[in-house]
């Protein structure tokens, strides 16, 4: 469908780790493995994929969120249950809570979500349906 989005990449400093905290969040949103080659992956949920590389063009070894660029990617989590439950069992697999203090209504008092950043600097949003 024009202006839907067909897939994300990034760029990472260490492919395995990436495969590892990325492959197991995306797996419990539903994506499945997609691509593999040498230096990526990509995981998949219906006709939009996300892909994570190892380029060799990398111009630096570490992202940040804070600069010019990419914040964060918002996930639809499903259920408050299941945003719970990824943010419970996230730093197992490389993810730490991000704002824990204002959990899980750090977006504001009506939205209820986990926010979460890797290993590498990247952060996600899980958002939970509406209740």
Known sequence: MPGSLHHVELWVPDLGRACAEWGWLLVQLGYAPFQEWTVGRSWRLGATYLVVEQSPALAASEHDRLRPGLN???????TRQNVDRL???GPAFGWALLFPDRHPHAGGPDHYAAYLANTDGFEVELVAGEA
């Open 72 to 78: 964060h990617l918002a996930f639809h989590a499903g």
């Open 87 to 89: 943010a419970a069992e």
